[in-house]
């Protein structure tokens, strides 16, 4: 977090996160500053525009604004969450932070799990809304931005993250030049920084189109860094490396065995003190332990497959019923899985109010599946994944393709831009095609995933006794399932229960429980 105080009048801010147009909001703006620092502009914009102040922001922020002379705190969160805000009542006022654990730490919250939550990450792997797994503290939500008085809310503004509408008719080569023009300049935005920088390359298109625009954009060579297995499973580093040798990077591959995972997985999972059940925190995780030794900034690629609709699901979602259409998240990790006491039962209920609020009027159903995955998913896996895992290592994770040159250029794209003969991304792909071939934007992907199951399924004799025993998994698991599930973790849906069974026994004991955790995840576990 920052500080920044304004000389011209009572008022302070503290920030977390970058704003990107900073040295046009000062070349636009008569206000004289006094700092250098990106913070600044968005101090005197409030004092100018009060609650909106932060509609003309273009960056990543969570911003406090403390405003003696009208006696008012503020905050304000980007509209598609990529920089966490806490906030939680207590006895005097209203306190905030970046994370929950700090209001955990400092005695304003009690680590108290909230049921509903706590099912939503069993049968997600993440919790929805504004309300987290802790009860009492609660999201700011993207894009939201709220003035308090006297301890209370007294004033709110919410930015939309999309543009409203349905889709505008636009010809095939009109969009690609669009979308091509509004991609470049987000990534020369995402890059101003006076400090090192990299980016996080796999195989996929994403971090392939990522890895081009900065190519272009730098006369160095752009440094990458991907992460595989020792599995010898599937894996994207060749694909990764071909796209690197392509681009003239420099090509930074990382190899995480079994036995670092079981290492570090304690403090892997100490670090999502909001939940996100992901296989990918831990690549993440060891791709910035390793990228801090070279940088402080990195560019990824995620928000990608949610503006361009990457996802299967958004295939599916496009389809009416009677043709295979299915309906978005309807089943759950545990269903008809007789692992938990009682199913759970409320799990949907965040979720469907964000499906509601994503099928505003002129949206495809194509869109309203989009939407409801930046709703939701994005906020509050994707991108909390990428905070927690790189700022654990003082590493700052920037998005481009959520920048809003790029969700105006695509967001209202016809459907038949986005998906066409069940393949998703086309407009990137076809981008890619014409730009940068070596990335083979319509090859088959190999897939990449965390080969958890099968480690958790080599380790269950060990591994599940320790994980029946913890606290918050005999709260609520059956004991006597536990093992087998962990020994038939090979398969695919058993290995995702058997996963999120091992995450929360890790969660629960460090920030419920508040346990040190020490030693490898055997040791950790066994430890009272």
Same mark, same amino acid.
């Given at each position: 977090?920052?500080?920044?105080?304004?000389?011209?009048?009572?008022?302070?801010?503290?920030?977390?996160?970058?704003?990107?147009n900073?040295?046009?909001?000062?070349a636009?703006?008569?206000?004289?500053?006094?700092?250098?620092?990106?913070?600044?502009p968005?101090?005197?914009?409030?004092?100018?525009?009060?609650?909106?102040?932060?509609?003309g922001?273009?960056?990543?922020?969570?911003?406090?604004?403390?405003?003696?002379?009208?006696?008012?705190?503020?905050?304000?969160?980007?509209?598609?969450?990529?920089?966490?805000?806490?906030?939680?009542?207590?006895?005097?006022?209203?306190?905030?932070?970046?994370?929950?654990?700090?209001?955990?730490?400092?005695?304003?919250?009690?680590?108290?799990?909230?049921?509903?939550?706590?099912?939503?990450?069993?049968?997600?792997?993440?919790?929805?809304g504004?309300?987290?797994?802790?009860?009492?503290?609660?999201?700011?939500?993207?894009?939201?931005?709220?003035?308090?008085?006297?301890?209370?809310?007294?004033?709110?503004?919410?930015?939309?993250?999309?543009?409203?509408?349905?889709?505008?008719?636009?010809?095939?080569?009109?969009?690609?030049?669009?979308?091509g023009?509004?991609?470049?300049?987000?990534?020369?935005?995402?890059?101003?920084?006076?400090?090192?920088?990299? $980016?996080?390359?796999? !195989?996929?298109? @994403?971090?392939?189109? /990522? &890895?081009?625009?900065?190519? +272009? =954009?730098?006369?160095?060579?752009?440094?990458?860094?991907?992460?595989?297995?020792?599995?010898g499973?599937?894996?994207?580093?060749e694909?990764?490396?071909?796209?690197?040798?392509?681009?003239?990077?420099?090509?930074?591959?990382?190899e995480?065995?079994?036995?670092?995972?079981?290492?570090h997985?304690?403090?892997?999972?100490?670090?999502?003190?909001?939940?996100a059940?992901?296989?990918?925190?831990?690549?993440?995780?060891?791709?910035?332990?390793?990228?801090?030794?070279?940088?402080?900034?990195?560019?990824?690629?995620e928000?990608?497959?949610?503006?361009?609709?990457?996802?299967?699901?958004h295939?599916?979602?496009?389809?009416?019923w009677?043709?295979?259409g299915?309906? $978005?998240?309807?089943? !759950?990790?545990? @269903?008809?899985?007789? /692992? &938990?006491?009682d199913?759970? +039962? =409320?799990?949907?209920?965040?979720?469907?109010?964000?499906?509601?609020?994503?099928?505003?009027p002129?949206?495809?159903?194509?869109?309203?599946?989009?939407?409801?995955?930046?709703a939701?998913?994005?906020?509050?896996?994707?991108?909390?994944?990428?905070?927690?895992?790189?700022?654990?290592?003082?590493v700052?994770?920037?998005?481009?393709?959520?920048?809003?040159?790029?969700?105006?250029?695509?967001?209202?794209?016809?459907?038949?831009?986005?998906?066409?003969?069940?393949?998703?991304?086309?407009?990137?792909?076809?981008?890619?095609?014409?730009?940068?071939?070596?990335?083979?934007?319509?090859?088959?992907?190999?897939g990449?995933?965390?080969?958890?199951?099968?480690?958790?399924?080599?380790?269950?004799?060990?591994?599940?006794?320790?994980?029946?025993?913890?606290p918050?998994?005999?709260?609520?698991a059956?004991?006597?399932?536990?093992?087998p599930?962990?020994?038939?973790?090979?398969?695919?849906?058993?290995?995702?229960?058997?996963?999120?069974?091992?995450?929360?026994?890790?969660w629960?004991?460090r920030?419920?429980?508040?346990r040190?955790?020490?030693?490898?995840?055997?040791e950790?576990?066994?430890?009272?």
């Amino acid at each position: 977090m920052r500080r920044c105080d304004q000389e011209t009048g009572p008022a302070a801010l503290v920030g977390n996160g970058e704003i990107y147009n900073n040295p046009e909001l000062r070349a636009a703006n008569a206000f004289s500053c006094a700092t250098g620092s990106d913070c600044e502009p968005p101090l005197h914009l409030w004092r100018q525009e009060g609650i909106r102040f932060a509609d003309g922001l273009r960056g990543m922020w969570a911003l406090a604004i403390h405003d003696r002379a009208a006696r008012r705190v503020v905050l304000s969160r980007d509209p598609f969450g990529i920089k966490p805000l806490y906030i939680a009542e207590v006895a005097g006022g209203i306190a905030f932070a970046s994370e929950p654990q700090a209001l955990v730490a400092a005695g304003l919250v009690a680590p108290k799990v909230r049921a509903e939550s706590r099912d939503e990450l069993m049968q997600l792997q993440f919790t929805t809304g504004q309300e987290t797994i802790f009860e009492g503290i609660r999201r700011v939500l993207p894009g939201e931005t709220l003035a308090i008085s006297d301890g209370a809310v007294v004033e709110r503004h919410r930015q939309a993250a999309l543009p409203e509408g349905g889709p505008e008719e636009t010809g095939e080569a009109e969009a690609i030049t669009r979308f091509g023009r509004a991609f470049a300049e987000a990534v020369e935005f995402h890059q101003r920084a006076d400090v090192p920088y990299g $980016m996080f390359l796999s !195989g996929g298109t @994403d971090s392939a189109a /990522v &890895l081009h625009a900065m190519s +272009r =954009l730098n006369e160095r060579p752009v440094l990458a860094f991907t992460a595989g297995f020792d599995t010898g499973d599937k894996d994207e580093r060749e694909q990764a490396a071909a796209v690197a040798r392509a681009a003239g990077a420099r090509h930074v591959r990382l190899e995480v065995s079994e036995v670092e995972v079981w290492r570090h997985l304690p403090e892997i999972v100490g670090a999502m003190d909001d939940p996100a059940a992901d296989y990918a925190i831990v690549p993440t995780w060891f791709l910035a332990r390793r990228a801090r030794e070279e940088v402080k900034v990195v560019l990824s690629g995620e928000g990608g497959d949610e503006i361009l609709a990457g996802y299967g699901r958004h295939r599916s979602a496009m389809r009416p019923w009677w043709l295979g259409g299915k309906a $978005m998240r309807a089943h !759950g990790t545990f @269903d008809r899985l007789d /692992v &938990l006491r009682d199913p759970p +039962r =409320l799990w949907r209920d965040g979720f469907e109010a964000a499906e509601t609020a994503a099928a505003t009027p002129g949206r495809t159903r194509l869109m309203a599946a989009q939407a409801l995955d930046i709703a939701d998913w994005l906020p509050n896996d994707l991108l909390l994944k990428l905070d927690r895992c790189l700022m654990a290592h003082g590493v700052e994770g920037r998005v481009p393709f959520l920048d809003r040159a790029v969700t105006e250029a695509c967001w209202r794209l016809p459907d038949g831009l986005k998906v066409r003969r069940e393949t998703g991304k086309w407009l990137l792909r076809q981008w890619l095609a014409q730009n940068f071939p070596a990335s083979q934007p319509f090859a088959k992907k190999k897939g990449f995933t965390v080969p958890m199951g099968a480690w958790i399924a080599s380790a269950a004799d060990r591994l599940a006794p320790l994980v029946a025993a913890q606290p918050g998994v005999a709260e609520i698991a059956r004991p006597e399932r536990i093992l087998p599930l962990f020994r038939a973790a090979g398969s695919k849906r058993e290995g995702f229960a058997a996963w999120h069974l091992l995450f929360y026994a890790l969660w629960h004991a460090r920030h419920v429980e508040r346990r040190a955790m020490q030693g490898d995840v055997f040791e950790a576990l066994a430890a009272r």
